[in-house]
């Protein structure tokens, strides 16, 4: 039985992914443009670049920009992207409880669906799955005050999530890509048309990211450039080292 008992409102399903993508340009550009190597090589492991033999500050500076970027990218797009999309198709609402993302109120069959949305279906590590569930239960009398019954719903965006049968049982349901979505529309198919209804919007953010991008790579070569080389362009394998695992001043 969907969560969403009505037709999906496929005008507002696009809206939300053309908002959430350009959510996602935004703050994924933005993190781009304030990128500095300080930051990134503190991070590093500089003994990895030598045992490499790594004579190339270019070399360095595309490797560390590039996971930099991957790495960024994901969470940006996990934390932009899904929840406003599962809010239109569920035809829910943003919920006020803390942990959970989106209320569904079926009055038909007097059930409340509190639903927290998530990336992949590897968040979460045994503290942070209490958490869940403390997050659920205190949800859980908002239903009770409307004499409802309430379902929680962990949904997983992307990827596959199966039950082991282990384990102490859970107050909340677990459901992963093509499950999660037709549970919140009825629809078994709907996780392949989130594609086509993005259309040929990311290509309108293609210009200003690699943009951004080629100028991140060309600041970051010089600042690495002016403070890890000498002047005739060799790294300085002991200025590297020492900013990154040396003494704080």
Do not use: H
């Amino acid at each position: 039985m969907a969560i969403n008992k009505k037709e999906i409102d496929q005008e507002a399903v696009e809206q939300a992914i053309a908002y959430s993508l350009e959510q996602f340009y935004d703050s994924l550009l933005e993190k781009i443009d304030t990128i500095n190597i300080d930051s990134i090589m503190k991070r590093k492991n500089p003994y990895l670049y030598r045992a490499k033999a790594i004579q190339s500050a270019a070399e360095i500076v595309e490797g560390v920009l590039s996971a930099t970027v991957s790495s960024s990218e994901e969470t940006i797009f996990g934390n932009c992207f899904f929840e406003p999309l599962a809010i239109a198709a569920s035809g829910g609402s943003k919920a006020l409880a803390e942990g959970v993302d989106i209320m569904v109120d079926d009055r038909e069959n007097n059930t409340i669906y509190a639903i927290a949305v998530k990336s992949g279906p590897s968040v979460f590590n045994a503290d942070s799955k209490k958490r869940q569930e403390q997050n659920f239960n205190a949800a859980r009398k908002l239903a009770q005050q409307a004499k409802a019954i309430y379902e929680p719903i962990i949904g997983y965006s992307y990827g596959k999530k199966r039950s082991t049968g282990k384990g102490r049982p859970t107050i909340y349901k677990e459901l992963a890509g093509q499950d999660f979505w037709a549970e919140l529309t009825g629809d078994p198919d709907f996780y392949l048309k989130i594609i086509t209804y993005m259309g040929n919007k990311p290509e309108q953010y293609l210009e200003k990211y690699r943009e951004s991008y080629n100028k991140a790579s060309n600041r970051l070569i010089k600042q690495f450039t002016d403070k890890f080389c000498d002047d005739d362009g060799s790294i300085n394998w002991d200025k590297l080292v020492r900013f990154n695992s040396g003494y704080d001043d």
